[in-house]
Each structure stands twice: as structure tokens, then as C-alpha cells.
């Protein structure tokens, strides 16, 4: 079976031989039509599987991508586009490590710390939703959907506080050590990022988030599921109040 990079490689390959330059606005409409929809159609392939791979970068440089073109400029305009991102693709994938590169850089939080919460069982609180919450943060992130990753951030620090038999993540904060107080309060700085996406309504001109405008909360966050863990696993506390 192909890997997805392998996948990937071939669509991109099928972008650049597609035959798109032997149609052009003054052909028979018939023609644009049979053309724009082919390409159409190995676009949006393509672009789905560089979604999949979860390199951030590459992801970002899809993300505003139009891949429904209705006319013909709008598929040769699309199909300069892509070979901008498959030179990418293809510098990127030369090296030797570029998967295993990929799988680290993509998460927000580390796979092998996820791997431990997902394997917590028969504690006093159950971790679940918490672990599927930092896995479809994971996702998202690698996506480039950094909304999500916001508003997901946001929830997931107002869900864990009983974990440290606290009721809000600001009693967390002030409850940990000095040097944990630093590295956690980062996150609260976090909210109001996530608020600014989350509450502002529709306006005539809008701004996106982008990936580094996440990546500072990346340590903070691990240090905060590293603590459940050790919390969780710990026989004096298992989930109950200090």
C-alpha cells in the first residue's frame, strides 16, 4: 500500500502533466468546461491529500486555495498556485527525515504525552473527553485550522481544574509552584486570544489566526497534560482535592 506522501507525490504529478494549456478562454465552451472540470477534480485530490500529510506550512499555503474553479482563467490561475506549493512539497520531502519531521512539528501536543492519556483507565476522574479533545487539537493543528486549535485550547483549560481539585483554571495557576505558575499562566494569556475569535461578531474586514500566533502555548500546554497525568497517577491524589 502507498503511503500518503507517496499519494501525494503521484497527484502532484498529475497536477503538473495535466494538459491545461491546451485549453484557454477562447476556446469552444465546451471545451473550458471539460478542462476545468478534469482539473478541478485532481485539485481538489491533491490538495486534500497535502491537508492529510499534516505539515503546518504546507497546510497554510492551501488553506485560501479556491479548488472550484468555474471557468477556465480561474484553473490556470488554481493550477499556478499548486506548482508554487508542490515546489514546496517537493523540497521539503528531498529529506531523508522530512516524516518523521512532520509527525513532531504537527502536533501541538506530543504524541507519546497523548499516547499516556489516552492509556489512563480506572481513575476517580475520567479522562476520555479530555484525551479526545487534545487529539482533535492535534488534528486541527497539523490542518493549519487554528480557529479550532483556539477555541479548543480555551475549553481544554477550563475542563481539567478538578483534576487539581480547583474549580477555575486561575485557581490552578495560583495553586502551582512558582516556577509552574509562569509556565502555566501563559496559557491564561491564551483566552483572550481565543475570545477574540470566538465573540467578535461578522465585520467588513477580518483577520486570521496563524500558527504562530499558537506555537508559544505549545510548552505551557504540555506541562499542563503532563501534570494531569502525574496527578491522575498519583495514589494520594487520584483526582482528588489537595
Same mark, same amino acid.
Given at each position: 500500500?502507498? &503511503? /500518503?506522501?507517496?499519494?501525494?507525490?503521484?497527484?502532484?504529478?498529475?497536477? =503538473?502533466?495535466? !494538459?491545461?494549456?491546451?485549453?484557454?478562454?477562447?476556446?469552444?465552451?465546451?471545451?473550458?468546461? $471539460?478542462?476545468?472540470?478534469?482539473?478541478?477534480?485532481?485539485?481538489?485530490?491533491?490538495?486534500? #491529500?497535502?491537508?492529510?500529510?499534516?505539515?503546518?506550512?504546507?497546510?497554510?499555503?492551501?488553506?485560501?486555495?479556491?479548488?472550484?474553479?468555474?471557468?477556465?482563467?480561474? $484553473?490556470?490561475?488554481?493550477?499556478?498556485?499548486?506548482?508554487?506549493?508542490?515546489?514546496?512539497?517537493?523540497?521539503?520531502?528531498?529529506?531523508?527525515?522530512?516524516?518523521?519531521?512532520? $509527525?513532531?512539528?504537527?502536533?501541538?501536543?506530543?504524541?507519546? =504525552?497523548?499516547?499516556?492519556?489516552?492509556? /489512563?483507565?480506572?481513575?476517580?476522574?475520567?479522562?476520555?473527553?479530555?484525551?479526545?479533545?487534545?487529539?482533535? @487539537?492535534?488534528?486541527?493543528?497539523?490542518?493549519?485550522?487554528? +480557529?479550532?486549535? @483556539?477555541?479548543?485550547?480555551?475549553? +481544554?483549560?477550563?475542563?481539567? !481544574?478538578?483534576?487539581?481539585? #480547583? &474549580?477555575?483554571?486561575?485557581?490552578?495557576?495560583?495553586?502551582?509552584?512558582?516556577?509552574?505558575?509562569?509556565?502555566?499562566?501563559?496559557?491564561?494569556? #491564551?483566552? !483572550? +486570544? $481565543?475570545? @477574540?475569535?470566538?465573540? /467578535? @461578531?461578522?465585520?467588513?474586514?477580518? &483577520?486570521? !489566526?496563524?500558527?504562530?500566533?499558537?506555537?508559544?502555548?505549545?510548552?505551557?500546554?504540555?506541562?499542563?497534560?503532563?501534570?494531569?497525568?502525574?496527578?491522575?497517577?498519583?495514589?494520594?491524589?487520584?483526582?482528588?482535592?489537595?
Amino acid at each position: 500500500m502507498k &503511503s /500518503l506522501l507517496e499519494l501525494t507525490m503521484e497527484l502532484a504529478d498529475e497536477v =503538473i502533466e495535466f !494538459p491545461l494549456g491546451e485549453c484557454g478562454p477562447s476556446d469552444d465552451p465546451d471545451k473550458q468546461y $471539460a478542462y476545468t472540470a478534469g482539473f478541478r477534480d485532481i485539485a481538489k485530490r491533491f490538495v486534500g #491529500a497535502i491537508r492529510r500529510i499534516g505539515d503546518p506550512d504546507l497546510s497554510a499555503m492551501v488553506e485560501n486555495l479556491d479548488t472550484s474553479p468555474e471557468f477556465i482563467t480561474q $484553473a490556470h490561475e488554481l493550477r499556478a498556485n499548486l506548482f508554487v506549493v508542490i515546489d514546496s512539497l517537493k523540497e521539503a520531502a528531498s529529506g531523508p527525515d522530512y516524516q518523521t519531521s512532520v $509527525a513532531k512539528n504537527s502536533a501541538f501536543l506530543n504524541t507519546g =504525552i497523548l499516547t499516556t492519556l489516552k492509556s /489512563l483507565h480506572g481513575k476517580r476522574l475520567d479522562t476520555r473527553k479530555l484525551a479526545k479533545m487534545c487529539a482533535e @487539537l492535534n488534528d486541527a493543528y497539523a490542518r493549519g485550522n487554528y +480557529i479550532t486549535c @483556539l477555541l479548543l485550547l480555551r475549553v +481544554i483549560i477550563n475542563h481539567v !481544574p478538578p483534576v487539581f481539585g #480547583a &474549580s477555575t483554571f486561575s485557581q490552578v495557576v495560583s495553586n502551582s509552584g512558582k516556577s509552574e505558575k509562569k509556565i502555566l499562566s501563559q496559557l491564561e494569556e #491564551a483566552r !483572550p +486570544i $481565543a475570545d @477574540l475569535y470566538n465573540h /467578535l @461578531l461578522m465585520r467588513e474586514t477580518e &483577520s486570521l !489566526p496563524t500558527r504562530n500566533q499558537l506555537e508559544p502555548y505549545k510548552p505551557s500546554f504540555e506541562t499542563l497534560i503532563q501534570n494531569v497525568i502525574m496527578k491522575l497517577n498519583d495514589p494520594k491524589n487520584d483526582g482528588k482535592e489537595n
